[in-house]
């Protein structure tokens, strides 16, 4: 079993940046394919991006794409989510997951594993 801890969140003015780390422990992350999802309130959690186990393919949703970059060091035992141009609309929690399979994957059914969550918060 691994778990995940996301970090990096915060408070950040539009079209400005963060960093989201997602932390594994118990488990090596060379084992799963990853991905990120956020959820804002009232609203259903939304695929954000998804990583191979290699880190060799990488899948953004098309709201993000082009503004935000998943990245992986299995090394470090971590999964990356650089978030650039940032818009209100990108208010929500984040979370990282983890699942025992191939490929990148949009569906969070598909996923085993799922960190608490980090609150990103844009202001206009």
């Known amino acids: 079993q691994v778990q995940l801890v996301e970090s990096g969140g915060g408070l950040v003015q539009a079209g400005g940046s963060l960093r989201l780390s997602c932390a594994a422990s118990?488990?090596?992350?060379?084992?799963?394919?990853l991905g990120w999802f956020r959820q804002a309130p009232g609203k259903e959690r939304q695929f954000v991006g998804a990583?191979?186990?290699?880190?060799?393919?990488?899948y953004n949703a098309d709201s993000v794409r082009g503004r935000f970059t998943i990245s992986r060091d299995n090394a470090m035992n971590k999964v990356y989510l650089q978030m650039n141009s940032l818009d209100p609309e990108d208010t929500a929690v984040y979370y990282c997951?983890?699942?025992?399979?191939?490929?990148?994957?949009?569906?969070?059914?598909?996923?085993?594993?799922w960190g608490q969550g980090t609150q990103v918060t844009v202001s206009s």
């Open positions: 997951a983890a699942a025992n399979s191939w490929g990148v994957l949009r569906d969070p059914s598909r996923y085993n594993y």
């Open positions: 118990g488990r090596t992350l060379s084992s799963y394919a």
């Open positions: 990583i191979t186990r290699t880190g060799g393919i990488t």
